[in-house]
């Protein structure tokens, strides 16, 4: 194994192992991958470069298949290089590779930017904000609304199993923002009195968002209070429901049980598919989108299909029995 090979394989690691960072951090991890790789690789055929990036690009995908952000920035990348492998060198297509990681991580930064400036007017003073999980997209608009003089309170779930919501709290409170931190079957006790309900989210797809295991029962919680629900994501989160793998993973069943009971099986799913219809608006760098838009947007994508391809046999084989 070249040490680009074992350098990348790492990074891939890392992020599988990786079940804290919100998806727009690890899409730039695997942004980072791959420049690395172009960095390393560009003595190959154009033909060796572009299968060694799409080996690379499907074991990203595969590491953290919820998020849809990872999806994307593999597959504009890899389009890229397709489209061009037969008129560029391998020098031209490492440097192209390096530049589409570069812009990528630039735009995901700019994003997050844009989102806080537009979700933060949803904020007034006096305001009570729920918010479940941990969302760069969600910290950035809370931030951004304090920063703005804004005076409001924001109640935290703390997010089970992982407890991501206790790291926001932190956060949040750092930033000098009042937050009550609550266990998230409160959820329902504390919900009735907020004004706004703010999410974040890994993927969208045409009907429905993925999110962490509870977004579900606050959309629900949403309809039943008359409180308006809000998700907040970049752009490059949408992604087809075709395209998506299944956001069920399942998680280490100590985190909920560490001993063996007779009978008794754990299961720990991370994730879950929530209806956009809970949702008011999506809250993106692109601006405020009712869920009926979200199809067009989805739309404009164009896939790599030998990604596509590579990920389905990947999924196939490691389903098979043996």
């Not at 926001?168 to 309900?197: C, E, H, Q």
Request: glycine share 6%; hydrophobic share 40%.
């Amino acid at each position: 194994m070249i040490r680009s090979e074992q350098s990348c394989h790492q990074a891939v690691e890392d992020i599988r192992k990786d079940n804290v960072s919100g998806a727009s951090e690890i899409s730039r991890k695997a942004a980072s991958a791959f420049a690395l790789f172009a960095a390393e690789s560009h003595n190959r055929s154009a033909s060796e470069f572009f299968g060694g990036l799409l080996r690379l690009g499907a074991d990203l995908v595969l590491a953290q298949p919820h998020m849809a952000s990872v999806f994307n920035l593999v597959n504009s990348v890899l389009y890229s290089i397709e489209q061009s492998q037969q008129l560029c060198t391998p020098q031209e297509l490492a440097e192209l590779t390096k530049q589409k990681a570069e812009e990528f991580t630039a735009g995901s930064l700019s994003a997050v930017q844009l989102i806080a400036e537009r979700g933060e007017t949803l904020i007034q003073d006096g305001c009570k904000v729920l918010t479940f999980s941990a969302s760069g997209s969600i910290l950035a608009i809370l931030k951004k609304a304090k920063e703005n003089g804004k005076s409001f309170q924001v109640v935290v779930c703390e997010s089970r199993p992982m407890l991501e919501g206790r790291l926001l709290a932190r956060f949040l409170g750092n930033a000098r923002i009042p937050v009550t931190l609550i266990a998230d079957a409160a959820v329902g006790l504390f919900g009735k009195g907020m004004d706004l309900y703010l999410v974040g989210a890994d993927s969208v797809s045409e009907e429905a968002f993925v999110n962490k295991i509870g977004t579900f029962s606050l959309g629900l919680l949403s309809r039943e209070f008359g409180v308006p629900l809000f998700v907040a994501c970049e752009r490059s989160k949408f992604i087809a429901s075709d395209w998506r793998i299944s956001p069920l993973v399942d998680g280490n069943p100590e985190e909920l049980l560490d001993d063996e009971l007779l009978n008794v099986r754990v299961n720990n799913p991370y994730f879950e598919e929530v209806p956009l219809a809970f949702c008011r608006q999506v809250i993106t760098n692109e601006g405020f989108l009712p869920p009926s838009e979200i199809p067009h947007y989805i739309r404009k994508t164009r896939l790599c299909r030998r990604l596509m391809d590579l990920i389905r046999k990947s999924v196939l084989d490691l389903s098979s029995p043996g």
